[in-house]
Structures are given as C-alpha cells and as structure tokens.
C-alpha cells in the first residue's frame, strides 16, 4: 500500500513464513526486517501529470512519466524476484525465522514478554539514579 498505519499484512506473511517487499514508508522496512526487501514509495501525483500531460498533447512528458512507473514496477519484480529465486535451503530457513520472529514479537505472550522486559529495564534504570544520589531501593 502506498501508506498503512501499522502494517498488519506484513505480520501475517511473517506468520506463515513469507517475507515482504514493502515501500520505504512509516513502519513498513522495520516490519519486513532482513529477509525483506524494500522499494521506495511511488509516487502517486505521477498518473494525475499523466492525465494533464495528455489534454496538453506533451507526448514527451507524457513518456518520461510513463517511463518513472515502468522503472517503479521493474525495480518491484527485481525485489520480488531476488526472494523467489532464493534456493530451497535458503527459504527453508527464512521461512523459520519470519514464523520465529512472528511468535516472538507480535503475539500476545511476545508482546507481554516485551512489555515485561522494558518494564524490568525501566526499573534497572531508576534504580541506578537511586544508587547515583545516594537513596539505596
């Protein structure tokens, strides 16, 4: 999508073991994590000056725009391909780790666990200020 608040879809793939091509927006290249790839946004605006370009008769115009969505599309298949062509060991074992990583991070027990690890780190923290100014816990 060319904009998503948190990704969801990416997690699902992850879930049964797919990695994503994602665009270089909000959360999407975190999400995707190293198995991914990413590709930059698209720019949308370019089928509006498409559109102007060919009430006006720019032909020109109208092929260099053209040509930046072709180049978007083929930089897309690039990515795509670069996953679909990763042997079968290769995918066997990014498949674990996007199932792994799934379970890890964004299931209920994988979330409480982060949520208990920050709190713990929280308290660590305080903890040491505490020691710094001289008040023991």
Do not use: C, H
């Amino acid at each position: 999508s060319q904009s998503e608040g948190f990704g969801r879809t990416i997690i699902e793939a992850k879930a049964v073991g797919v990695p994503s091509v994602v665009t270089d927006t909000g959360p999407m290249p975190t999400l995707s994590g190293p198995n991914g790839r990413v590709i930059p946004k698209r720019d949308i605006t370019t089928d509006t000056k498409v559109a102007e370009a060919s009430l006006s008769g720019n032909t020109e115009q109208i092929e260099r725009l053209w040509q930046k969505n072709i180049d978007w599309a083929e930089d897309a298949a690039k990515s795509y391909a670069e996953i679909l062509e990763r042997s079968p060991k290769e995918k066997s074992r990014i498949a674990q780790e996007e199932v792994y990583e799934a379970q890890a991070r964004y299931t209920l027990e994988g979330m409480a666990l982060q949520y208990l690890q920050s709190f713990r780190e929280a308290q660590r923290i305080y903890d040491q200020q505490q020691l710094l100014k001289g008040r023991p816990r």
